[in-house]
DNA sequence: TTACCTGCAAAGAGTTTGCAGGTAG
DNA sequence: CTACCTGCAAACTCTTTGCAGGTAA
């Protein structure tokens, strides 16, 4: 198939190899147009699912860290039992949804410039992110 | 003591019967000039160390907790370990320093005005918060 | 064949809870 | 006296780890 084999090649490459438990998650994952926020309990549950093949929970936790150390995905936290992860992987700003729990990208169009007049001597700026907090109008 | 009296005030009008931990407690966060942050860990090593009263840890998770709930403390999520909380309980934003795992405010005019110009229709904005993540220089 | 990977179960870390005894009002 | 609070230990949740068997190259 097209696709695995382009997930195959993206494993291989960065010295991971394509087995089939990866392969799966990897589909799920970047096999698609617009980015995937997901916790780690959201995506065992649409594996266990969506899936005729079981993946264990240690395979799960240990492919999405490897992915994270590899720059293919992205860890967000929005609070203490929240931690998120984005396949956007560039800086990039969210909304949080409070009434669903979702994440929603922002766009850097979405966002005027954020301008920090702020110095800290002998440290540099490394990111600059915005969580916009929302929730249903009531 | 004076100091005394205003935190059993405090309490007394929030709801919260002024005991000697939770006084403790809101000496140690409210009686100082500059807002505190901090993780419950390094809350409970402090009242360990520099306090002849030891507070369980349950009472300490408890006591945060309820002066959370009261609004005397904000909670800000940096990354999937570190919770912490904030004696500065306006919106406001945050450096972080990833070299040292320290929060510093950024009060509103260290920060330029942020315009969010996407709009989720039937939701309304709860906040605003900019995390900058700084490091050493090298 | 060798190094790496998976799945299970156990271990860890951080947090919450049930309950008995203690304290404020 | 009554409701609330504290401290302990146990329970819980989420995540990581050790290890034996399996798989890729």
Redesign the interface.
């Known amino acids: 198939m097209n696709n695995n084999d382009q997930f195959v090649e993206k494993l291989r490459t960065s010295g991971l190899r394509p087995t089939k438990q990866r392969i799966t998650i990897c589909k799920l994952l970047f096999d698609r147009k617009d980015t995937f926020h997901f916790t780690i309990n959201k995506l065992n549950n649409i594996l266990k699912n969506s899936f005729n093949e079981r993946i264990s929970l240690a395979t799960v936790y240990n492919t999405i860290h490897a992915f994270k150390n590899k720059g293919y995905l992205k ?1 967000i ?4 039992d929240k ?1 998120y992860f984005d396949t956007n992987v560039t800086n990039h700003h969210h ?1 949080f ?3 669903t729990n979702e994440l ?1 990208d ?2 850097d ?10 110095i ?1 001597p ?16 009531n």
Chains 1, 2 share one sequence.
């Open positions: 860890e936290s929005i609070n203490s931690n909304f949804n409070e009434s929603i922002l766009h169009n979405d966002v005027g410039k954020i301008k920090i007049k702020k800290i002998g440290k540099k700026i490394k990111s600059v992110e915005v969580l916009v907090k929302i929730a249903n109008n």
